[in-house]
């Protein structure tokens, strides 16, 4: 039953899949993968963005190591926009992958990144050693 309609069937789940040893291990390499990915973004925009707007900010820093004013906050913030959108952006970006890891290792990956997985992995096992990840999620289990 539907809850907006009760006489309506409910949409059927996908069933939980019996998944081979071998396919589930070339996942959990796809997820790993996956969260260095994110890891090496993160640190390649605190390498890059991060750097220039902590440098640009560098005026307004000292002046908060001084004496701490919500008044230099505020100009470091507002008077100086683009490095803080930069600062804003390696902070969100930080914290949106450190949320979503720690949501990953206390209640496991939601049903739909699972299917993801599933379908990503399946399509580089299609596609053979001609896919880019394929020695690092295929064969690094067939080793």
């Known amino acids: 039953m539907s809850r907006l309609n009760p006489s309506e069937p409910s949409v059927p789940t996908v069933p939980d899949i019996e ?3 071998i396919f589930k291990n070339q996942m959990a390499n796809l997820y790993h993968l996956n969260v260095y990915g994110r890891w090496l973004v993160i640190g390649l925009l605190w390498l890059t963005v991060g750097v220039y707007s902590l ?3 560098r005026y307004p820093i000292s002046l908060i ?5 919500w008044a230099a906050v505020k100009y470091g913030l507002i008077f100086q926009p683009i490095p803080a959108l930069g ?3 390696c902070v969100g ?4 992958t450190l949320v979503w890891q720690s949501r990953n290792m206390l209640w496991g990956i939601s049903k739909k990144e699972h299917q993801q997985l599933i379908k990503q992995v399946g399509e580089i096992r299609k596609q053979g ?3 880019p ?3 690092w999620v295929v064969k690094s289990v067939d080793n």
């Open 65 to 69: 190591q001084e004496q701490f004013t």
């Open 87 to 89: 600062l804003c952006l």
């Open 19 to 21: 998944l081979d040893p």
């Open 133 to 135: 990840l394929w020695k």
């Open 55 to 57: 440098w640009e900010l």
């Open 129 to 131: 050693d001609g896919h």
């Open 93 to 96: 970006v930080m914290t949106g």
